[in-house]
């Protein structure tokens, strides 16, 4: 497959131009990658307004994806905001709804702040995490149908940062029964799509979702894409770029574009052969460590997450323990360690992992579980949340106070409470136990 933005960035280096445009680094290196940092110069086209070298990358990707399929060069983050703006369109009511997964990323509550639409949870309270959210096809078709206001669409995270994923099959059947559309934050999961049979959401009947392409593929961090399917394609596809131009940079990073352009070619060229051969192989590994006595979290296949607790560790602990033999983990918390891999780790790397949990002695478990938490009650919306000046307070003052934007920590930016929300007993537990001890709260 071409790479055209990755051969006019080197072809322009090889001209050797004098750059009498920015960036201000004129292509000499500092860090050692400025000579393929360039700008919107003559031929490089401009990712808002593609008709060049970029629309010709896109549409590479959209062949691979079987959709279309638009380039992001500032992550999911920017791709959230972007479909929820096309999602809203649909409405034509004053104050739209959106029903959304309680575990929805940062991202789509800063959308909702920005765009002002009122969001109904759906929340799974037997889940053993707040970062997880179980929404079974029974769940959503019960709240449609009880919804005193129909919803635009229905915003789903699946794989979660914890690798389970959602049955999106059953999901979109629900939603498109009920004339509401499916948006699916598959910002863990663009490698699903090359599967010998692809689990990517869009193939599964999601109207349209993101892939953060740099977690899991190849890719700088940055890159990512925003996927329309083709049943809405013509209702979308034309408005996607002034969507995305709305929240995004004016001057999007071509080393990112240029990276997600070069991932087309990698994709094309033996990725899903080398893919499924890494997988059997995280597969062995996955099973030598049950054998061992690890208990494994979630389905997705380039994830391993440990319950750390049932081995005896928190997953602080267990990290150290993986740190000190050189494997760096993803995410940990108080129960919970999270290892993302790819087939570029090779199998040196899982070598190197299972060297790593072996080296971990067994303890007796920590029984201690995660508290649960009923949904704190809304009294502002995350719009009015925005405009309000917060204070920092202990967590333990915090009960009866109303909630500011933004209170976990990132990864991964799920939030326990959300901005708007009032602080009860149950959650303050569940913040002391995930660790803490401040919270943000709107001053009175
Ligand atoms: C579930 C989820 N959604 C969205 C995002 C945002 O993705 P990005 O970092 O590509 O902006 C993240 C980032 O970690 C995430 O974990």
Redesign the pocket.
Known sequence: MKTPIRDFIKKYGRDNFVRAHMPGHKGKELIGCESDDITEISGADSLYEASGIIAESEQNASALFGCNTFY?A???????RAMLYLCLLRSNCEKPRIFAGRNA????LTAVALLGCDVEWLYDEKSPSYVSCDISAEQLENALKNATQKPVAVFV?SP??LGNTLDIKALADVCHRYGVLLAV?N??GAYLKFLPESRHPIDLGADIC?D?A??TLPVL??G?YLHIADSVKDEFSDKVKFAMSLFGSTSPSYLVLSSLDAANAYLADGYRESLASFIKSVCELKTKLITAGYSLIGDEPLKITVDTAAYGYSGYDFAKCLNEQGVMHEYADRSCVVLMLTEQLKTDGLLRIEKAFSSVEKRAPITEKAPRFSLPKKVLSLSEVIKKPSKTIKVEESIGKVAAFGVAS?????DIVIGGEKINKSVADALKYYGFDNISVIEQ
């Not at 500032?74 to 959230?80: A, H, I, K, T, V």
């Not at 990323?105 to 789509?108: A, C, D, G, T």
Request: glycine fraction near 6%.
């Open positions: 992001s500032e992550g999911s983050s920017l791709c959230m990323h940062r991202s789509f995270t979660d940062y934050d910002a863990h993101c953060s740099h977690k961090t940055g990512a990132c990864p991964p930016a799920v």
